[in-house]
């Protein structure tokens, strides 16, 4: 009986080893974070946390989800980068970090953005919630909104911009997954890698924007995305570094030391690339097969992965490692660009370690009842 007993508390024990995280790893870094986190931009996995789920005060952190909600309506068709936007009486009086907007002064929306990104602009950041929803507090019920549909259950805005009030609040975990979120718009992380940007340059107001995050300039492969500070919250950061297809995300909170912010992150993404490697096998362009189109314009259609397609391990962890491909033999026109028509697992073993989408590259309008009657008869012919 003890024996059996034994046996089932070492399965349990085994299983409870393959479950655990990489978080679990056995590891204390030299942070002044009151709360820190990385993670795996790939998949999304938490590779270390300190109190990720604390409560704290995100400052300009902020921003981020400002910036997501602005690339959101842009994607959308909703405004241009290139749409004129004039300050409002209330925009404009915002202070702290700020471009010094006037009352009715006119720039565009990308110099707004860019004042947001790398100025940190209180100003610019209401004036342009302000141009996306209407009114500043319609568009922090976009942010709420936004959040809760991300399920960040931690997470509650006051404003658009991180000045301090009680019940503005968030935590690394859930800025982490606002990170992940900005990746997927391109713009974000053109915005937030520009380090110096003038304008009003023709008048006499001339004004320029520099870059609040620093890792831009002192660490390899850093390219976004926000910094904060205030009283409250101390200094933080939501950064992203990419470095041989390797990506991660992270997020620094309650940082008591002036550019300790950028210590932490450095801390992070050191420990990161010490650690961990990324096995790529395709990127997001390559053309791994085709699928025969059913009654199209065109009888087939290239396939390609959604995204890259690899996988993030511990170093020494990547031998052994294929990536196995299916895709569907037929679909029925019209397809669209970017359908999922088939997977590709990355495998070790049996074990599927990640499994991710392939897609069609091209749209295929359905074709001509004319077309399809010679298919046929050219392959009775034939036969």
Known sequence: MKKKRYFNIFCIVLLLSFLVPYSALAVELPLKASSAILLDAQSGKILYEKDAHKVSYPASMTKIMTLILAAEAIEQGKIKLTDVVTASEKASSYGGSQIFL????????????????????????????????????????MMNEKAAELGLKNTHFVNCNGLHDPEHYSTAYDFAQLGLLALKYPLIRELSTVKHYRIREETSRPFQYDN???????????????????????????????????RF?????????????????????????????????????????????????VDTVEVVPEN????????????DLRAEVEIEPVVDSPVHKGQVVGHVSIMRGEEVLNRMNLVTKESV?????????????????AG
Do not use: M
Not at 120 to 140: L, R, W
Not at 365 to 381: I, Y
């Open 102 to 141: 006037a009352a009715g002064e006119k720039l565009t929306l990308k110099e707004l953005l860019l004042g947001i990104a790398l100025a940190s602009g209180n100003d610019a950041s209401v004036a342009v919630a302000e141009y996306i929803a209407g009114t500043h507090e319609a568009f922090v019920d």
């Open 212 to 246: 609040k995050n620093k890792l831009l300039w002192t660490y390899e492969g850093a390219d976004g995305f926000k910094t904060g500070w205030t009283v409250d919250a101390k200094y933080c950061l939501t950064a992203t570094c990419e470095r041989d297809g390797l």
């Open 249 to 297: 995300v992270s997020v620094v909170t309650g940082v008591p030391i002036k550019s300790g912010h950028f210590a932490d992150a450095k801390v992070l993404f050191d420990w990161g690339y010490s650690q961990f490697t990324f096995k790529k096998f395709y990127e997001a362009a390559d053309v791994i097969g085709s699928v025969e189109v059913g009654k199209g314009v």
């Open 308 to 319: 890259k397609v690899g996988i993030t391990v511990l170093k020494g962890e990547d031998k």
């Open 365 to 381: 309008e359905k074709g001509s009842w004319w077309r399809e009657f010679k298919k046929v008869l050219k392959a009775s012919l």
